[in-house]
């Protein structure tokens, strides 16, 4: 069984600069449905990473598309101490509450 199959979570990373996030995020999704459609049905996360390289009115315009997937959507930068405890505790969270 591959390493996907036995994940809780899958955390999708966005490059916060890219061009298109929500094609980005289905292309991945079609690659799942190909390989085993039941990861579909896997908790996710959407991650925004690399917020510091853009704007935050361009974080203004990524975020809203993202979340009209319904899916938990954060924003990640390796230098922003918070955002990385904030996904630390949503993954967290996630687990304990699928348990």
Not at 9 to 19: F, G, K, N, P, S
Not at 51 to 62: A, C, G, H, N, Y
């Amino acid at each position: 069984m591959p390493h996907v199959e036995k994940t809780e979570i899958l955390i999708h990373c966005i490059d916060a600069a890219a061009e298109n996030p929500k094609k980005i995020y289905e292309t991945v999704r079609n690659e799942f449905k190909q390989f085993n459609p039941l990861l579909l049905n896997k908790l996710e996360i959407i991650l925004i990473t690399k917020t510091d390289l853009v704007s935050e009115k361009k974080l203004k315009e990524i975020i809203p598309i993202l979340k009209k997937i319904k899916k938990e959507v954060l924003t990640y930068s390796l230098y922003n101490q918070e955002s990385i405890a904030v996904l630390k505790q949503k993954i967290k969270d996630s687990l304990k509450a699928k348990a």
